[in-house]
Every structure is written in structure tokens, then in C-alpha cells.
């Protein structure tokens, strides 16, 4: 499709050199909603249009704004479609689509256009390049691995803001069981348990 090329190339252009939010991040989602666009029946040139330009805003998570990134991402996703010429019940669509996909948000998508892209963006947070963009954001924002009194959160409520692998609990190990769509769930199943065994793994070696 034309358009979804055309769109790639500008999104190309917005993404910062964020070790979670990167143009190699939206390439995994697009590939993850082709994946569900197959299964689902999804419409893939409104699904992958929402997956390219999902994330053109994306404040840090220590930044205030950082709830604001999927509003902001979704304004400014309409202005971009009406210049290529999607239909305005298009462009509701992805917009909607790009509002809600966020975890913090706390929405479920109306359309299967929306969840598709959510649940493509969540899988991307779990697995083995979960692991991975966790550590990243971690590490930017200067946080600890883990509270040594109580690593794995058993006697209190986690805190990723000041701890790395409390995100394990306040968010990604709750994803499989916010999934959409059937063929979501089952890959989120698989990545879930690569994170416990992960976890596992930490635990004996600290």
C-alpha cells in the first residue's frame, strides 16, 4: 500500500532516540499487526496506519506530560491523514485507536481496529524484548534494578518510578490478561511466561 510507505517515511522523521518509543519499536508493533490483522480480519491499512503513527509523540516517562502522549499522538495523527486523503470515518478510526491503545489510559478500544493496535503494542512490552526496553527505560531514568529489602514486591506495592523491575508488577505481568483479541492472548501467554522464567532466574541470582 502506497499510503502505509508514504507514512512510514514521515514517521521515520518524528521518532526520537528513545530506548522504548524508537522507530525499531513501531517496525515490532507493525509486524505484530500484520500478524493479528491475518487472524483477526482486521483492516490492516487502518490498523498499520495506527501503528506508525501511535507513538509520533511521546514524552519521557518522568515528564509530567508523559499521560498526555497518546492525546497529543492522535491530534496530531488527523492532521497527517487528512493531508493523504483518508475519509473521515477513517481517520476517527486510527485516532480513537491511537487515544486509547496506552496502559495508562486504562481504555478498551471500540473498534478491532484498536484493539488490534493495542494488543500489538502491549506484546512488544512482554517476551524477551520487554525484558529488554524495561532495563532501557531503567536505565535512562536513572532508577535502581530492584528494592533489595523486598525485590519482588511481596509485602508491598511496586513502584517503577523508582524501581526498575517493579514494572514487572505494576504492569507487564497484568498484560496477558488485558489482551483483545484471541491470536493476542495466545502470543501474550508465550511471552508472559519467558517473563517469570526471567524472573526466576533473577531471583536465584541475587
Known amino acids: 500500500m502506497e499510503v502505509i510507505e508514504s507514512l512510514q517515511k514521515q514517521v521515520k522523521l518524528f521518532m526520537k532516540n528513545d530506548p522504548a518509543h524508537d522507530f525499531s519499536h513501531i517496525l515490532r508493533v507493525f509486524k505484530n499487526a500484520q500478524k493479528l ?4 480480519k482486521g483492516n490492516e491499512k487502518l490498523v498499520l496506519s495506527a501503528v506508525l503513527l501511535h507513538d ?3 514524552f519521557p516517562k518522568s515528564d509530567k506530560r508523559s499521560k498526555l502522549s497518546s492525546l497529543q499522538s492522535a491530534k496530531k495523527a488527523e492532521k497527517i491523514l487528512k493531508k493523504l486523503n483518508f475519509t473521515y470515518k477513517e481517520i476517527q478510526i486510527v485516532s480513537d485507536a491511537i487515544r486509547d491503545h496506552s ?6 478500544p471500540h ?4 484493539k ?5 503494542d502491549r506484546l512488544d512490552a512482554i517476551g524477551a ?5 524495561v532495563f532501557a ?20 506495592i511496586p513502584d517503577d518510578k523508582i524501581w526498575t523491575l517493579d514494572h514487572f508488577y505494576q504492569k507487564l505481568l497484568k498484560l496477558e490478561t488485558l489482551m483483545n483479541t484471541k491470536s493476542g492472548k495466545i502470543e501474550a501467554r508465550k511471552r508472559t511466561k ?7 532466574e533473577f531471583k536465584k541470582e541475587i
Open 37 to 40: 490483522c491475518k487472524t483477526e
Open 56 to 58: 509520533i509523540v511521546s
Open 116 to 120: 488490534i493496535l493495542q494488543d500489538a
Open 129 to 133: 524484548i520487554g525484558v529488554a526496553r
Open 111 to 114: 473498534t478491532l481496529e484498536g
Open 103 to 108: 496502559f495508562t489510559r486504562g481504555k478498551t
Open 194 to 200: 519467558f517473563l517469570k522464567n526471567f524472573l526466576n
Open 137 to 156: 527505560v531503567g536505565g535512562s531514568e536513572k532508577r535502581a534494578f530492584y528494592n533489595n529489602a523486598d525485590p519482588f514486591c511481596k509485602t508491598r
